[in-house]
C-alpha cells in the first residue's frame, strides 16, 4: 500500500513536530538543567523527554498510517460499487431527460447509504453538476475537480472541511465523470482509534518495563553498594584482592582498584631492582607530575670560605643527607634546608636558591637563614640536648628548657612558611626529614590541607614512659600526627610511637591497619628501613682493597703487616666510640699475640661541639686513646690513631676498603648507615662487620658478627673473631650483607614512602567517590597523575 500526498504531508509534519520538539527539550535541558542539577535528575529528565518524544512519533506515525490505509480502503469500496453500477449510469448519463436524472439520482442515493460514501453526482462535460445526492456540499463545484481520462483522486478543502474527492470517466470522459465524495469519518475514526491504542500499548509496556528496570537498578546498587564497602573496608585492612566484590564495581572505581593494586603489588613485589630509575619510572607511573618538596635541617652541600680566599663544597656527614640526596636527585624538586655554611649567602640567587649538585644540578636547594639565637635554641637547644637525648637513651640527660622549646615553634613555623611558598601546587609531597621538624606538619598541614606529607624519623622512638619525660610531649605528638605517613626505621619504633600516642593523646589507633586517627585526621605509621645507594657513588674511582689498604698503612704509619680495624662516624655519644676503645684495650689484653700486629683507626667528624657532652665526649676519647696507646704502644706502634676531622666519602671508602673490620658499636641508634657503607664498600667480599645490637642495622645485617656495646669483653671477643675468621666465611657473610644492601638499597626506601603515598593519594580518590562524587574521579586521577 502507498501513502497518498497528503498521508505523507501529515506523516512529515508530525514527524518533524516530535524531532523539533524533543531537540529544544534537549537544548535546554543542557542549557538550563544540567548544570544546576544532580546527574541522576538530568538523566531521568532526559528519558522522560524522548521517551515523549518517541511515543509522540511513533503514535503520529501509526495514525496517519491507519488513515491513509482506510482512505485507500474507502476509494476501493467506491471504486467496486461504481464499477458494478457503470453500465446503468452510462446509459442514464446519455439521456437527457429529467426522468433519467431522476433516476440516476436515486440510484446515487442508494448508493451513498450502504457503502460509506458521502456524496455522489455526475460533472457533465460542460461543467454542470448533474442528479448529485442531497449531500452533494453545495459549493463543490466541478470546475475544482480534476478530471481526466483515467481515474482521479484528490483532496479538496471547502468551507474548512477537508474533503477527498473522485472522478470517474464516464465513456472515456465523453459522458461527463461520477464524482464522489467520499466519507471519511470511517478512517478519521479508525486512525484515532489506532492512535488511543499505541498510545495505550506503549505507556503500559513503558511502565512495565521501567518497572522492571528500577528492580534491576535497585538489587545492581544494592550490590554496588555492598561491594563497594567491602572494597573500601579491603582497602583499610591493606586487603583489595576481592574479585567478587569487584566485578559490581562501576569502570572507575575498577579502573582505580586495578591501579591501588598495582601500586601494592609493586610495593610488595620482592623482585624489582631498585635503581634511580626504577625510582624514576614508579614515581612517573604512581605520582606523574608530583611536586617533591623536602624538609631538613642539614643541608646537602655546604658552602665555606676557605682560607686565601676561594670558597669549597662540603658534603656534611650525615646518614640523613647520604639517603635522601640520591633520591632527589633522581626525582628532582626542591630542599629546604638550613644554609650553614660560612658562604652559603655568596652562592645563592635573589630567592635564596642554588641548583645542586654543583657539577650537575638536578633539583633546587632553599635555603633558610637562621639567626645565632635560633639555631643555639632550636638546634642545639630543643633538638641535640633534649630530643636527641631523649630518643637515644644514651645516658646523657635530655635538657628542657622554655626558651629552647619557643626557638624550636618558631623555626618550625619559618620552615613551614617556606614550604608553603615553595609550593607550587595544593597538593604537593612534603618529605620532612627527622627530629628537628615535629612540629612542621601539622603545620603544613593546616596551610596545605591536601599535601601528602611524609615524615621520617630517623633516630629511634623510646618507649612511652621516657617520652613522658618530655614537657611538650602532646604538642609533638599532634604535630607529627599531621602527617600522612609517619616513618620509623623499625617495627619497634612504629610500636613505641603507637604506645606513646595511646599514652598521652585522645586518638584511635588502629594496629592492623597501623595507624592513629588524631582529630578525624589518619596518620599511617610504618616501618620504612633506611639504606644507601647501591653501587655508592663513593666508590667510583676507588683504587682495588690491596691499594687501599697500602695507602692506609703509609698515611697512618702502620708496618706492613698490622692488621686493621676501623670505626666511622661523627663524634657522637650515642656512637659508643669511647665503648669500642675499651673492647681494644679488653682485646689486647686477652690477646696479645696482637700486640703490635693490629690497629684500630678511629675516624671521627667533629660535632654540634657547642654542647657540652659532645666537648665532654671527645676529651674523654682523646684521653682514652692516649691511656691505652700508653698502656700498649710501642714508639714504633699504636694500637689506637684518632683522625678527628671531617672526612670526605672517597677518603671514608678508602679506609673500608683496607679495614679487616669495622666496628658500629652505637649504644642505640635508628639504623645506622655506616653498617651499609661498609659492606658496600667491599667489593672484594671480605672484611668483617661487628656491629651493635642496639643499631636499627642489626635487624637486617644479621650476618654481622652481632655484639653488647655495654660490654668491652663481647665486643673485644668479635674483634678477636674478626681477625682470625677464615676467608670463606668472610666471603659468605658479606655476600649476602652484600645482597641485603644492594636489594634493599635507599632507592626501595624512598620508593616505599613515595608509593605509600601514591597510595594514599589513591584511596583518597576512592573514598571521594564514595562519598558520591562519582564524576570527580576521573578528573581527581587524572590531577594526581598530573
Ligand atoms: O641520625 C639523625 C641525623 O639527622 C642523621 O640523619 C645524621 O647522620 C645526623 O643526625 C646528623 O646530625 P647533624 O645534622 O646534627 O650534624
Known amino acids: 500500500m502507498t501513502l497518498s500526498n497528503n498521508g505523507w504531508n501529515a506523516a512529515k509534519s508530525s514527524a518533524q513536530l516530535a524531532v523539533t520538539s524533543l531537540w529544544r527539550g534537549l537544548a535546554f535541558v543542557r542549557d538550563q538543567v544540567l548544570a544546576r542539577v544532580p546527574r541522576p535528575a538530568v538523566f531521568i ?95 463543490l463545484l466541478c470546475a475544482s475537480i480534476r478530471r481526466g481520462k483515467a481515474e482521479t483522486t484528490m483532496p479538496i478543502r471547502i468551507d474548512s472541511q477537508d474533503l477527498l474527492v473522485s472522478a470517474f470517466p464516464l465513456a472515456d470522459g465523453v459522458l461527463g465523470h461520477v464524482v464522489i465524495v467520499h466519507d471519511l469519518t470511517y478512517a478519521k475514526a479508525r486512525s484515532d482509534k489506532a492512535r488511543v491504542y499505541i498510545l495505550v500499548a506503549t505507556v503500559v509496556a513503558a511502565l512495565l518495563v521501567s518497572g522492571a528496570v528500577a528492580v534491576a537498578m535497585l538489587v545492581l546498587v544494592r550490590n554496588w553498594r555492598t561491594a563497594l564497602r567491602t572494597t573500601l573496608e579491603d582497602l583499610r585492612a591493606g586487603r583489595v584482592d576481592a574479585p567478587h566484590t569487584e566485578a559490581a564495581l562501576p569502570a572507575e572505581l575498577r579502573e582505580a582498584l586495578d591501579q591501588y593494586d598495582l ?86 640567587d635573589a630567592a635564596d636558591r642554588i641548583a645542586v649538585p654543583p657539577d650537575a644540578p638536578s633539583y633546587a636547594l632553599r635555603r633558610i637563614w637562621l639567626t645565632e639565637e635560633q639555631q643555639d635554641g632550636y638546634y642545639y637547644g630543643f633538638s641535640n640536648e633534649g630530643m636527641w637525648p631523649l630518643c637515644h637513651i644514651a645516658f646523657v640527660r635530655p635538657a628542657f628548657r622554655e626558651s629552647d622549646w619557643r626557638y624550636y615553634r618558631e623555626v618550625n613555623e619559618m620552615f613551614a612558611d617556606a614550604v608553603v611558598r615553595e609550593a607550587k601546587t595544593r597538593d604537593p609531597i612534603v618529605l620532612v626529614q627527622d627530629y628537628h621538624f615535629a612540629l612542621l606538619p601539622r603545620m603544613v598541614r593546616k596551610r596545605l590541607p591536601k599535601a601528602t606529607i611524609v615524615t621520617f624519623w630517623h633516630i629511634p622512638w623510646p618507649n612511652a614512659e621516657t ?105 657522637d655519644y650515642t656512637k659508643g666510640i669511647v665503648d669500642r676503645m675499651h673492647a681494644v684495650d679488653a682485646l689486647l689484653q686477652n690477646h696479645p699475640e696482637w700486640l703490635g700486629r693490629f ?99 642489626s635487624r637486617e645485617l644479621v650476618e654481622g658478627l652481632i655484639v653488647n656495646p655495654y660490654y668491652a669483653y663481647d665486643m673485644a671477643d668479635a674483634m678477636n673473631r674478626a681477625l682470625t675468621m677464615p ?37 583518597e580518590a576512592i573514598e571521594t567517590l564514595a562519598a558520591g562524587n562519582l564524576a570527580a574521579l576521573p578528573r581527581l586521577l587524572r590531577r594526581r597523575m598530573g
Not at 442508494?110 to 462535460?125: N, S, Y
Not at 631492582?273 to 606523574?288: I, K, M, N, V
Not at 676467608?727 to 605509600?756: C, F, H, I, P, S
Request: glycine content about 8%.
Open 467 to 571: 617520652f613522658g619525660i618530655c614537657p611538650w610531649k602532646e604538642e609533638i605528638i599532634d604535630g607529627l600526627l599531621g602527617s600522612s605517613i609517619l616513618g620509623f626505621h623499625t617495627d619497634f619504633h612504629c610500636n613505641n610511637f603507637f604506645e606513646t600516642v595511646d599514652r598521652f593523646v585522645e586518638s584511635r589507633i588502629d594496629r592492623e591497619r597501623r595507624s592513629a586517627t588524631l582529630g578525624g585526621h589518619e596518620t599511617l605509621v610504618r616501618p620504612y628501613p633506611i639504606s644507601i645507594e647501591w653501587p655508592p657513588s663513593a666508590l667510583a674511582g676507588q683504587k682495588p682493597v690491596p691499594a687501599c689498604g697500602a695507602a692506609v698503612r703509609s698515611r697512618f704509619g702502620l708496618g706492613e703487616g698490622v692488621r686493621i680495624g676501623v670505626g666511622i662516624e661523627r663524634f
Open 45 to 139: 529528565a532526559l528519558g522522560a523527554i524522548a521517551g515523549a518524544g518517541v511515543l509522540l512519533t511513533v503514535s503520529s506515525l501509526v495514525g496517519v498510517a491507519v488513515e491513509t490505509w482506510s482512505r485507500g480502503d474507502v476509494q476501493l469500496r467506491a471504486r467496486i460499487v461504481l464499477l458494478s453500477a457503470k453500465g446503468q449510469i452510462e446509459e442514464l448519463a446519455r439521456d437527457p431527460s429529467p426522468e433519467a436524472a431522476a433516476e440516476l439520482q436515486a440510484l446515487f442515493a442508494r448508493l451513498i447509504t450502504d457503502e460509506r460514501l458521502q456524496a455522489v453526482g455526475i460533472c457533465e462535460p460542460d461543467g454542470r453538476m448533474r442528479a448529485p445526492t442531497s449531500t452533494m456540499p453545495s459549493r
Open 599 to 697: 690497629t684500630f683507626i678511629q675516624a671521627a667528624a667533629p660535632t654540634r661541639s657547642k654542647i657540652a657532652s659532645y666537648r665532654a665526649l671527645q676529651d674523654e676519647a682523646v684521653a682514652l686513646a692516649d691511656e691505652i696507646n700508653a698502656r700498649h704502644g710501642t714508639p714504633d706502634w699504636r694500637p689506637i690513631v684518632l683522625s678527628i676531622r671531617h672526612h670526605d666519602p672517597a677518603e671514608v671508602f678508602e679506609l673500608f676498603r683496607a679495614a679487616d673490620f669495622c666496628v658500629v658499636s652505637s649504644l642505640h641508634d635508628g639504623m645506622n648507615l655506616v653498617a651499609k657503607e661498609f659492606v658496600a664498600a667491599r667489593d672484594d667480599e671480605r672484611g668483617v662487620l661487628v656491629l651493635s645490637t642496639f643499631a636499627g642495622a
Open 263 to 348: 601500586v601494592r603489588r609493586t610495593i610488595d613485589g620482592v623482585h624489582i631492582d631498585w635503581t634511580p630509575e626504577t625510582l624514576q619510572r614508579a614515581l612517573g607511573a604512581e605520582l606523574p607530575g608530583a611536586e617533591v618538596l623536602v624538609v631538613s635541617n642539614r643541608e646537602p652541600y655546604i658552602h665555606n670560605h676557605i682560607e686565601g680566599g676561594g670558597i669549597n663544597v662540603q658534603i656534611p656527614a650525615s646518614g640523613l643527607v647520604s639517603a635522601i640526596e640520591p633520591v632527589i636527585r633522581a626525582c628532582g624538586g626542591t630542599w629546604i634546608a638550613h644554609g650553614s655554611g660560612s658562604a652559603d649567602r655568596d652562592t645563592v
Open 727 to 763: 676467608v670463606a666465611e668472610q666471603e659468605a657473610r658479606m655476600r649476602q650483607m652484600r645482597a641485603l644492601v644492594r636489594t634493599r638499597n635507599v632507592y626501595r626506601w624512598a620508593g616505599q614512602m613515595l608509593l605509600d603515598a601514591a597510595q594514599l593519594r589513591r584511596r
